[in-house]
């Protein structure tokens, strides 16, 4: 943990995402609603396989290899998909509620956040998806802090957060091109780059992060990533299977998943095919190394204790009765507090 006395982290389980975006919703109306951040969704849930926001930001280029620091792509407001003007007052207050129906005005758009939502891949009747919701990883070894030569990307030391420092930065975007999971933003109003800041002004006053709060789903679970009464390090370290996103990057994120299963396979003829995954190894290989394999066949072994009448520490977890036993301490209610 680079110049960092502890590290905040996120677990998400990607077998309880129903993909409904109310983790967008929470994180876009706290904290992006200024000038200049119409365009910008800190929080991303895209549909798997599928290409994504930035489009095909997997291809993009960034992070380290043993050469050292690499610089890709920098990815253009339209690949993360513009903020599209809707005929809002014609239809809501015009009069026209019968006979005139929500449109984007202007150009047709051709890509946005969520175009190949639902999409997928694989042929009937074995057709395969997934949601994958992405936030900054604040990553261990942050690509984008070892690209700006202005130092303004800094490194929490109380909690290991990556933030921007707005002040210092000049808005040259080499963390835009050097971050491989490309969720660097930058704002054409104030010319700087923005980015999740893993909302720690909720943390800092005991509130988990509103993505994982308002999550339907209890997807996810926020802690230190030494906390070893915290689901955190159980899920990561003990239990091992949780597991980084593309760690082939280099760059030690701290936002970790828990692989989906997926549904299982017909075989030719029409029965149940239990032995072969329908979502391919060799696909979740490609997102989260080989450890995915384990980490599944660990999961497969604690369900079926479950379904035998044994307990399980580990579903017990992932189940996660009790809400607040999923934030790692981080459980007080904001309604409670006094912001400024």
Known sequence: MANSKRQMAMVMDLNKCIGCQTCTVACKTLWTREEGMEA??????????????????????????????????????????EAWNYNHKEVFYGGKGQSAHLEIQG????????????EGAGEFPNGYFFYLPRICNHCTHPACKEAC????????????????????????????????????????????????????????????NACARQCPGRVRFVGYRDDQDAPIYKLVDKWKVAIPLHPEYGTDPNVFYVPPFGAARFDADGDLDEETPRIPDEYLISLFGKDVLSSLEILKAERARVQQGEKSELMDLLIAYKWKDMFGGFDTDPQTLKWT
């Not at 910008?40 to 992070?63: I, L, R, S």
């Not at 150009?107 to 639902?118: A, F, I, L, R």
């Not at 909690?159 to 975007?173: F, L, S």
Request: hydrophobic fraction near 30%.
């Open 107 to 118: 150009e047709k758009p051709d890509w946005g956040p969520n175009w190949d939502e639902d």
């Open 40 to 81: 910008m969704h800190w929080n991303t849930v895209n549909t798997m396989p599928g290409a994504g926001t930035p489009k095909n930001w997997e291809d993009m280029g960034g992070g380290f290899t043993d050469a050292g620091a690499q610089l890709g792509e920098m990815p253009t407001t339209k690949a993360f998909g």
């Open 149 to 208: 030569p202005r130092q303004a990307i800094e490194k929490r030391e109380q909690d290991g957060i990556v933030v921007v420092n707005e002040e210092r930065c000049r808005g040259y975007r080499f963390c835009m091109e050097a971050c491989p999971y490309k969720k660097i933003y930058f704002n054409h109003q104030k010319k700087v780059s923005q980015k999740c800041i893993f909302c720690f002004p909720r943390l800092e006053q005991g509130v988990a």
